[in-house]
């Protein structure tokens, strides 16, 4: 049974650019959850995915934006890129309409801004 | 500010000690949960509470939540090399599937 995987695992990219960033989300589940963290931070939510829309958004610009496809996969774009952006992106997985937890998380994919 | 504190923000502890690590909310918790991460790496899943006073154990590591659904522990009993990483509090503070709050975790290195 496969868990959350991202792609890619490492990212290098300048400012100004912008990146797309990839999750599978465990077999079964149907929710998607986007989460920045920072060095020496815990995770920070960015948005939620259900049923291929945006649920819920925590405290981030719209340069940030998502979309979640028919076999639930998702994706997190951030256009202009700046230094601040440099951060872990994790991407967690859930079942909605059971409530389940814990949320089940991917690896994680580093991005790294010059 | 932080919704969740977690302390200590790091923890030097001799292999075969014992530890705790805390988790503070100024609002009541409807899920509490402990993760563990290594560095740069995605989180581990350790442990859910979701009742107050509840209790749970999983190997040498056990964690509560205290009646007022406030405040988890986790602690760790005659710690070992393995047990090094960040290890964060993840939390529920509404009701419902709701995105998680994360405290800014705890650095624990556990040293021969």
């Known amino acids: 049974d496969a868990g959350v995987t991202q792609s890619p695992t490492h990212l290098i990219k300048t400012r100004g650019q912008q990146v797309t960033l990839r999750c599978s989300p465990k077999s079964g589940h149907d929710t998607v959850s986007w989460y920045q963290q920072a060095l020496g931070q815990g995770p920070q939510f960015i948005f939620q995915?259900?049923?291929?829309?945006?649920?819920q958004r925590g405290n981030f610009p719209d340069r940030f934006s998502g979309h979640q496809f028919p076999n639930y996969s998702s994706e997190l774009n951030v256009n202009a890129l700046l230094l601040g952006d440099s951060a872990l992106y994790l991407c967690a997985s859930s079942l909605l309409m059971t409530g389940e937890q814990p949320q089940h998380f991917g690896d994680g994919t580093r991005l790294s801004i010059l | 500010s932080q919704e969740l504190e977690q302390s200590p923000q790091s923890l030097i502890v001799q292999e075969g000690k014992n530890l705790t690590i805390n988790c503070t909310s100024s609002k009541t918790l409807y899920g509490l949960y402990w993760y563990k991460q290594k560095y740069g790496e995605g989180l581990i899943f350790l442990m859910m509470l979701q009742k107050g006073g509840e209790e749970k154990s999983h190997e040498k590591i056990t964690a509560k939540l205290d009646e007022k659904k406030q405040q988890s522990s986790l602690h760790i009993t005659a710690s070992q090399p393995s047990h090094a990483g960040i290890y964060l509090c993840g939390a529920d503070i509404k009701p419902g599937n709701t995105p998680l709050v994360f405290g800014k975790g705890t650095r624990l290195s556990v040293i021969a």
């Open positions: 995915y259900y049923e291929e829309e945006e649920r």
